[in-house]
C-alpha cells in the first residue's frame, strides 16, 4: 500500500486506528484454547469484528516468536486472513549491518507480505536503507519511544539537540515521506508539536493510547499534518476489552469508540 492509498483510505474510514495484534496465550479467552491454533482463532474474530474500523494492524512479531514454529504459522495465517486493503505492520524492531538488514526486510515485506516493518537506527544508515529499496514498502523507525528508559538516551543531549531530534533529522534525510515512518510514542504528546516541526511530512505510528495511557486528543492536535499523517494504535485496550464468549463484540465497541472520537478530528 502506497502513501497515497493510505491517505485515501483514512480520509474514507474517517479512521486513523491501528489495532495491535499484541496476541498472548494467557490472556485470551480460554474457550479458544482448544483451537488448533488458538492465536490465530483469536486474531481471526478481532479482524473479523474491526477491520472496517480500522487502517492499520501492527503485529508484534515477539508474541508469535516466542511460540516457535507454531507462532510462526500463527503470524502467516494472520498476515494472509487481513484484507489486503488494510495497511500492516510488522513490529518487530529490526536493524543490522547492511546484508543483514536487507534479508530481514524481504522477510517481512516478500515472504509475509507487510506494507512496514519497523526498524531501530542505531546502527546508522547502512543498518536502515535496505529496508528502504521496495516499491510501497516503509520502514517505521524508533523516533521517541513512550518507555521509561527512553529518558537514557533518546532525551539526552546530543549535538545540536535532544539525541532523538538528531535522529529524527538524520533518519528523514535517509528516506521519504513516501517510504519512511517514525514511531512516536503517545504519552510523549508534550514533544510531538517538536516532532512536526523537525518531520512536517512523515506519518507517525502512535503506540500508548488506551492501557497505556496516551490522549488521543492530545497526540492529534499536536500531530496531525494535512494528510492527517498519524497511525494511533492502540492494542490491549481493544483486543482485551472483553475476556469471554462476547470477547470479539467487546473489541468492537472499544474499536468503535476510538473511531468514532477519531471521525470528529477528521474534516
Not at 546484508?99 to 507487510?114: H, Q, R
Request: net charge negative; charged share 20%.
Amino acid at each position: 500500500m502506497n502513501r497515497q492509498e493510505l491517505v485515501q483510505l483514512i480520509r474514507d474510514r474517517k479512521s486513523y486506528l491501528c489495532i495491535g495484534l499484541d496476541t498472548d496465550l494467557q490472556k485470551i479467552p480460554k474457550h479458544l484454547l482448544s483451537h488448533a491454533d488458538p492465536m490465530f482463532a483469536f486474531n481471526k474474530a478481532i479482524i473479523d469484528a474491526t477491520h472496517d474500523l480500522c487502517v492499520a494492524y501492527k503485529i508484534n512479531t515477539a508474541f508469535y516468536e516466542c511460540q516457535g514454529i507454531r507462532g510462526w504459522e500463527s503470524l502467516q495465517r494472520t498476515i494472509e486472513y487481513i484484507p489486503k486493503n488494510v495497511f500492516t505492520i510488522a513490529d518487530a524492531k529490526r536493524g543490522d549491518i547492511g546484508n543483514t538488514s536487507t534479508y530481514y526486510a524481504k522477510t517481512f515485506y516478500e515472504t509475509y507480505g507487510f506494507d512496514s516493518v519497523t526498524v531501530a537506527p542505531y546502527m546508522g544508515r547502512d543498518s536502515v536503507e535496505p529496508f528502504l529499496g521496495f516499491s510501497d514498502k516503509f520502514a517505521i523507525v524508533l523516533g521517541l519511544t513512550s518507555n521509561e528508559g527512553s529518558r537514557d538516551f533518546q532525551l539526552q543531549p546530543a549535538g545540536d539537540g535532544l539525541l532523538y531530534e538528531n535522529v529524527l533529522r538524520t533518519c528523514a534525510s535517509w528516506g521519504t515521506p513516501d517510504n519512511m515512518m517514525f514511531v512516536v510514542g503517545a504519552t510523549q504528546a508534550d514533544s510531538v508539536a517538536n516532532v512536526r516541526k523537525i518531520i512536517p511530512d512523515h506519518f507517525l505510528l502512535v503506540p500508548g493510547v488506551g492501557a497505556q495511557g496516551g490522549s488521543l486528543r492530545d497526540i492529534t492536535e499536536k500531530g496531525r499534518n494535512a494528510d492527517i499523517g498519524l497511525l494511533v494504535n492502540a492494542s490491549r485496550a481493544v483486543i482485551y476489552a472483553g475476556n469471554d464468549e462476547r470477547f470479539a463484540e467487546d473489541a468492537r465497541a472499544a474499536a468503535q469508540a476510538l473511531q468514532a472520537e477519531m471521525a470528529t478530528y477528521i474534516q
